[in-house]
Every structure is written in structure tokens, then in C-alpha cells.
RNA sequence: UGCCCGGUAGUAUAAUGGUAGUACGAGAGAUUCUGGCUCUCUAUGUCAGGGUUCGAAUCCUUGCCGGGCAACCA
């Protein structure tokens, strides 16, 4: 066997040579989600990103609640996140928070402070605003900027102390104004929040900012390889400005590009709002692109994580085909999901020539993909429910389903013909009267025909009425938070569909978490909403149907 | 008119100075008791110019295009 190809993504190359030239013997990253919302599949590329390296190489992977406002951050947000990645299947080495640091964090401020690189000042968030300057043009320095080590290590320990209130003082890095950074013109480190922690209470009334909590808490946990993405690019220099002059553990950190999907949003304060303005009915909802909203829509992990994979990781924008994903859950689905039929717009056949009363039930295997999954019994009748759109009066060429004097199979069971169509008052077909061929059953076949379609079905005394929400996507256009406008003006109403089913009855028995393939149709799943009793199904994905494509291609030509 | 990223088929991603590949999507066909799955085949790409080199997607340079940067958010 030749070696297997390898390709490895940039970060894995850096990793791979800091591994080769002695650099580290093993490596640390981390997950870091602030705990102000739920994960969404921009996360998973992250998550699979951080967790994958260290599976790959040598080392392990911290989950981080990066956890420094107060205002924002709450505990059903850190309990989501926990179950979510350990959903997609990665487990943490050590579960931390930056709040678990904040005495540390507070250390740090004192260090600096004492070496002259920061300060004390007085400054309205205003009036820190209009000193900053702009991309062309330098800033002007706070008059508090040169004030002495001892009156800033007096009044920030005051404010430690909760004398001043908030948004009266910050504590800011020494660095330079007229940097051509705009993030290194005396970075905010700290500022004054009287507000009540989900962790820690209110022991504190000062809170540090990003990068005065970030690059410390990867220094102490010994990141090695520290990933964000892009926006966090100029961020660097003030992450490495801090770890060199606090001296401490020099952890590195790499960005990539997020992975944006088309027809949706991942932006977690787009996602709350859609949220708290009722577009949708929770951060679970199964059009939303969040973790808990693909689960319950039913994709399941593998699928995710495959797509992760597939979509790979750079430094490039990008704007990647959510196609991909329901490729990777259809793929996945087909190997594992139980076949099941149900009919969703009904149109009753009688069989003439079956038997009354006739209790006849006819096996079918329940994955034909998966031997293992063994088989279930249908039961069968003299009246039968099809698809509407199974049967046509004047069908056009290559039309393999029911049509009158056309034959098609039942599956699993028998083949029948069209000898009647009966119409209501309105002209609507009400019934299809058709005869069966005896001995076609299904695996011990003599009659010698051979018909192109196979139709799923379900015995009208046997049917149960379920409830299947079909689901389409959340926007209208591919990259609704690049329009004119607010993103929330190109939702697509009819995301979601509500219709009714037939489904045949080992259904009875469907369960949480367990996939489906309705023949024909699509992958289904349960719903958290079912009762007992009432069963609410979620379309995760239709089947692709090269038919209905063959159908719009000459539609469109007409 | 500042600084920092980045530009490879429709999309995403490889090729690390040596034959521009792969996947999804698209098209054609085969097979099929799911018009699913599977299988076969086809089309489509290095942002542009200049330079270095025997040889450039890759290195240099100029330009063009896209994105980011002026929160007491992360």
C-alpha cells in the first residue's frame, strides 16, 4: 500500500514543524466560547479545528468559558455549550473559565502598573473614543497618562474596591498613540462593571477586557497553539505586546478564516435576535444553524463533523454551499437511517380482485444498506393509500409511476394496475381502482413482469396520522448580513411547512434520536413536541430527487 | 491614498519551484422492488501585467479586486 496521502492545513503544518524541530513535545489548545449564547456551526468548525490538532498530534484540548462580561454571559448558556461539544463528540482535558483567573488577572494589572506600562484614567468611554484618532491619522494621550506608579496603584486598587462607579475609570496599557495599530493607542484593560458574575458573584466590580483576560488565561493554561479567527488578526501584536512584558508563558496565536454558510446567519447577536423577536421558537429551533437546532432538525454528528472536514480550514473569505452539509447528512443518513413509509397527500386505491378482510402482512427490510438492521411487517389491505403525485391521468414520457392501464410495484408487496380512476363532483380524484397480480409478491415473484416504478404505500385501516414540519431555509438570499438593510427583512417566510401524514404503523414505536427514511421522501426524525399520542416529525433533509429536477428543467423550457 | 489579511473551476479546498488535483454542485449514461444508494464518463480554474528561473499557482514587483482595523464586546 502506498502511504496515504496527507494534506495537512496550515496550522497543522505550523504544528507539525514546532513538533519536528524540538519547538514542543506535545501541544495545548483550547476552546474558548464566551458563554453569551448558544453554539452554532461556525463553532464546530473551530471546535473540530482545536479538538482535531490534538487527536492528530500529541497533547490535549481545554474547554475555556471565556467569561469577562458580566452583563451578557449566563449559566444555561455554559451548560448548552458543554453538552453541544460533547454531542459532536470531543471531551475537554480540564474545564476552566478566565473567571477562575481573575485574582491572577488582577496580579498581572499590578505588575504592569508598577512597571510603568499602564495606567489609571479618568477619561469618559466619550472622550477615550475621540483621542483615539483614526486608521490615518494618531491619537492624543489621556492627561492621567503620566500619572505616578504609586497613585495608580492607589486608585486602581480602589477601584478593585468598588469606590468609583462604573464607567468613571479604566485602567489602560502605556503602549503609544500614535501607533499604526488602532489597538495599541493605550488599550482599555480593565473597567468598572458593578454587576453579578455567573461565577463569581460579586466578588468583583472590576472586570478585565478580551485581551487582558485572552493571552493571559492561554499563557497560564500553557496553550501552545492558541486559534481564533480572522478579526482577531491585529489583536496579536497587543496579545504578544502583553505576554512579553508580563513575562509569563509565551503562548502563540494563529487565526483562520470562519466559515460562513449561505441562506443563514452566524452571528450570535443576529441569532438572539431572531430569538427574542420570535422568528423562530428557540435557539433549538430546527432552522436555526446553531448545534442544538441541527440536532433536533436531526443531523447527527458524524455528519457534521464530516462536513467540518470537507470544508477544511484557511485563511480566505468564504461563503461555503450549505448543499455540502445536507450532502454529508444525507450520506450519512443513508447508512444508518430505519426506511419507513409514510404518505403524505393521500389518494385511496382499491384493489378489486384482494380479498376482503384479508390480514395479510408483507416484510420489509429496514435499511437495504445495512443487512444488519434486519426487517419489519407491514401490514397490507385491499385499500391502500399512494401519493397524489404518484398517479397522473395523462402522463408525459418516462413517467414510471400510476397511470391508467400502467402497472407499477407496491413496494415490498405487490404489482398492480390502474384499471379505473373515479373523480369526485369537483373532478378531484377520489379513487383509484386497480387489480394486483397474485403471484408478484414481492421475493418470490413468478409473474414474469417487469415494471420501472415502485411506489410507497400505506393500508388505510393500518394508518396513522402524524404531523411532519418541513422545514426550508431561514433567508431568501445567500448572505442576508451582506444586503442593504437589516439581515431580519430577507427571512424567508415559508421556512417552515406543516403538513399532515399517513405513516404505516411500526412508527408507533418511534423514538427520540432515532433517524428515519421515509421512502422516497426524505430523513425524518421525532420531535421533542410529540405527545402522547400526537407524533410531530422534523423533515432533516429530502431525498435528492433527480425526477422533480427532470420536471422544473422543462417547466422552465415551456 | 494609513496599516493588516487575502485572491486556484459555480462552491470549498490541495499542489510547499517540476504533469493544476480532490469533493460537492452541473451535464450524459448504466444499474435499481426507493426516479434514493451505487457505478461510469464529461465540462469548467491559477485576478492582471512585468521580473527571477531550464521551469512559477508557488519567489520578487506593480496594479486590480475583496475583507478587516477608530466597543469600558468577545
Not at 220 to 236: A, D, G, Q
Request: aromatic share 10%; glycine share 6%.
Amino acid at each position: 500500500m502506498p502511504a496515504e496521502e496527507t494534506s495537512l492545513n496550515f496550522i497543522e503544518e505550523i504544528i507539525e514543524q514546532d513538533l519536528k524541530n524540538g519547538k514542543y513535545k506535545s501541544i495545548v489548545t483550547r476552546f474558548p466560547p464566551e458563554p453569551n449564547g448558544y453554539l452554532h456551526i461556525g463553532h464546530a468548525s473551530s471546535i473540530c479545528l482545536n479538538f482535531g490538532l490534538t487527536k492528530k498530534f500529541p497533547g490535549y484540548t481545554n474547554l475555556r468559558f471565556d467569561d469577562t462580561n458580566p452583563m451578557t454571559e449566563e449559566t444555561e448558556y455554559v451548560e448548552s455549550i458543554k453538552e453541544d461539544v460533547r454531542w459532536l463528540g470531543f471531551e475537554w482535558k480540564n474545564e476552566r473559565y478566565a473567571s477562575d483567573y481573575f485574582d491572577q488577572l488582577y496580579e498581572f494589572a499590578l505588575t504592569l502598573i508598577q512597571k510603568g506600562l499602564a495606567y489609571v484614567d479618568d477619561s469618559s468611554s466619550e472622550m477615550i473614543a475621540n483621542r483615539k484618532g483614526t486608521p490615518t491619522e494618531p491619537g492624543k494621550e489621556s492627561a492621567d497618562r503620566n500619572r505616578s506608579v504609586e497613585e495608580n496603584l492607589d486608585l486602581f486598587k480602589r477601584m478593585k474596591a468598588g469606590e468609583f462607579p462604573d464607567g468613571s475609570r479604566t485602567l489602560r496599557a502605556r503602549i503609544d498613540m500614535a501607533h499604526h495599530n488602532m489597538l495599541m493607542r493605550d488599550p482599555v484593560l480593565y473597567r468598572i462593571k458593578h454587576a453579578h458574575h455567573h461565577r463569581t458573584g460579586d466578588k468583583w466590580c472590576i472586570y478585565p477586557m478580551y485581551d487582558m483576560a485572552h493571552g493571559q488565561s492561554d499563557s497560564i493554561e500553557n496553550v501552545t497553539h492558541s486559534i481564533c479567527t480572522l478579526e482577531f488578526v491585529p489583536h496579536r501584536e497587543l496579545y504578544d505586546w502583553l505576554i512579553k512584558n508580563l513575562e509569563i508563558y509565551p503562548s502563540h496565536q494563529y487565526e483562520f478564516a470562519r466559515r460562513n454558510i449561505n441562506y443563514t446567519v452566524t452571528s450570535k447577536r443576529k441569532l438572539l435576535q431572531l430569538v427574542n423577536e420570535k422568528y423562530v421558537t428557540g435557539w433549538d429551533d430546527p432552522r436555526m444553524p446553531t448545534i442544538s437546532g441541527l440536532r433536533r432538525r436531526g443531523f447527527t454528528p458524524e455528519s457534521i463533523r464530516d462536513f467540518c472536514d470537507r470544508i477544511g480550514v484557511a485563511k480566505r473569505e468564504n461563503l461555503v454551499d450549505v448543499g455540502l452539509l445536507e450532502f454529508c447528512v444525507r450520506e450519512h443518513l443513508n447508512k444508518v437511517a430505519l426506511r419507513r413509509m409514510v404518505v403524505f397527500d393521500p389518494v385511496k386505491v382499491i384493489i378489486t380482485n384482494y380479498q376482503e378482510n384479508h390480514n395479510e402482512k408483507v416484510k420489509s427490510e429496514n435499511n437495504p444498506e445495512d443487512v444488519s438492521s434486519g426487517a419489519r411487517e407491514i401490514p397490507f389491505g385491499k385499500e391502500i393509500y399512494i401519493e397524489r403525485d404518484d398517479f397522473m391521468e395523462n402522463p408525459p414520457k418516462k413517467y414510471f409511476r400510476l397511470a391508467p392501464g400502467q402497472m407499477v410495484r407496491l413496494k415490498s408487496a405487490y404489482i398492480i394496475k390502474c384499471d379505473e380512476v373515479i373523480k369526485d363532483a369537483g373532478g378531484r380524484i377520489s379513487e383509484l381502482h386497480c387489480s394486483y397480480l397474485p403471484d408478484s409478491h414481492s421475493g418470490h415473484d413468478t409473474s414474469g413482469v417487469k415494471v420501472k416504478g415502485t411506489l410507497h404505500w400505506v393500508s388505510v385501516n393500518d394508518a396513522v396520522e402524524v404531523e411532519v414540519r418541513e422545514y426550508d431555509r431561514l433567508f431568501k438570499v445567500e448572505d442576508p448580513a451582506s444586503e442593504a438593510g437589516d439581515f431580519k427583512d430577507y427571512i424567508n417566510e415559508n421556512s417552515l411547512k406543516i403538513v399532515k401524514g399517513y405513516a404505516e404503523p411500526s412508527l408507533l414505536s418511534a423514538a427520540l434520536g432515532e433517524h428515519f427514511q421515509f421512502l422516497r421522501k426524505g430523513y425524518y426524525c421525532l420531535d421533542k413536541d410529540s405527545d402522547n399520542g400526537k407524533f410531530i416529525f422534523n423533515r432533516t433533509v429530502t431525498l435528492k430527487d433527480v425526477w422533480a429536477k427532470e420536471q422544473q428543467k422543462t417547466s422552465v423550457q415551456k
